[in-house]
């Protein structure tokens, strides 16, 4: 794996008022902006060459991971090495950015990044998903593209009362992973199944020239991952392990209690305080 492409264009509505001022990638999870999750599993995987397709208001997504010169003196002369090497491993990363003029989807966004991907294979990365480190589905996804020529999704499960807020796998064959179609946001009595498509995938070049056959706008994805799985070229990998959705404001108190839950300085006294919660 050497390039990846994060989608974070989106406006972020979800999380109004909040998001008028801060981008929803910003937001603070466990103690680190989401984007830096998303960043991090990146590198951990390998991945050299990060592209961003962010909208224009999203400048602190880049203030972010840009190297700070006065804090990094102020820490180093309070001997605070372990702040230090946080900020390196937030700003030792070759990322990239383009601006995706209107927040016209998943798509449009990923169409942004075909010169940067310059006919290469590469991962697809929704920044509204969050994988807990460490994990290996990145690895998994890639190194069963490598082997098969597919084009990868992962899926994971979901109760049948949460079908609309996803896009749900009609299987071909469930068990090896090939998949007939994406229903979008069905409702329960209509979903073709349990297994909703979570945010990492794994794609050639050829997904360009899928995305180019449809108008730019928020069915464009879903439209090219059909005509892909009707070629039979779209196989789905599921996935069971921990997982966050940022899709609004009770997601993202729920995974920072998850996180902070798992978090040696939080846990203990996180726990302490929703017993007490519970008890009055």
Not at 130 to 135: A, N, Q, S
Not at 201 to 221: E, G, M, R, T
Not at 243 to 255: P, T
Request: charged content about 20%; aromatic content about 6%; overall charge negative.
């Amino acid at each position: 794996m050497v390039k990846a492409v994060i989608a974070a264009g989106g406006l972020g509505g979800s999380l109004m008022p909040l998001t008028k001022a801060v981008a929803k990638e910003i937001m603070p999870l466990g103690g680190r902006p989401v984007i830096d999750y998303i960043v991090r599993e990146l590198q951990a995987n390998g991945i050299t060459d990060i592209l961003l397709v962010a909208n224009k208001s999203k400048q602190a997504i880049e203030d972010y991971f840009d190297s700070a010169p006065e804090l990094e003196h102020l820490l180093r002369a309070k001997g605070d090495t372990a702040q230090l090497a946080d900020i390196a491993a937030s700003t030792a990363v070759n990322l990239h950015f383009i601006r995706q003029q209107a927040a016209d989807g998943i798509g449009s966004a990923l169409a942004l990044a075909e010169d940067f991907i310059d006919g290469e294979d590469f991962c697809f990365v929704l920044s509204d998903d969050v994988l807990p480190l460490p994990t290996t589905l990145l690895q998994q996804l890639w190194q069963a593209h490598t082997a098969s020529g597919q084009q990868m999704l992962a899926t994971v499960p979901i109760a049948a009362k949460q079908s609309e807020q996803y896009g749900i796998v009609e299987w071909a064959d469930k068990a090896a992973g090939q998949i007939k179609r994406i229903a979008e946001k069905p409702t329960p009595a209509t979903a073709p199944s349990q297994d909703a498509v979570f945010g990492r995938y794994v794609f050639s070049a050829a997904i360009f020239d899928q995305l180019a056959q449809y108008p730019a706008d928020q069915q464009q994805f879903a439209q090219a991952l059909n005509a892909l799985a009707a070629e039979g070229n779209l196989t789905g990998l599921p996935y069971g392990g921990p997982r966050e959705n940022i899709d609004g404001r009770l997601s993202l108190l729920e995974a920072n209690i998850d996180l902070a839950l798992t978090d040696p300085d939080t846990a203990a006294p996180l726990r302490a305080y929703l017993r007490r919660l519970v008890s009055d």
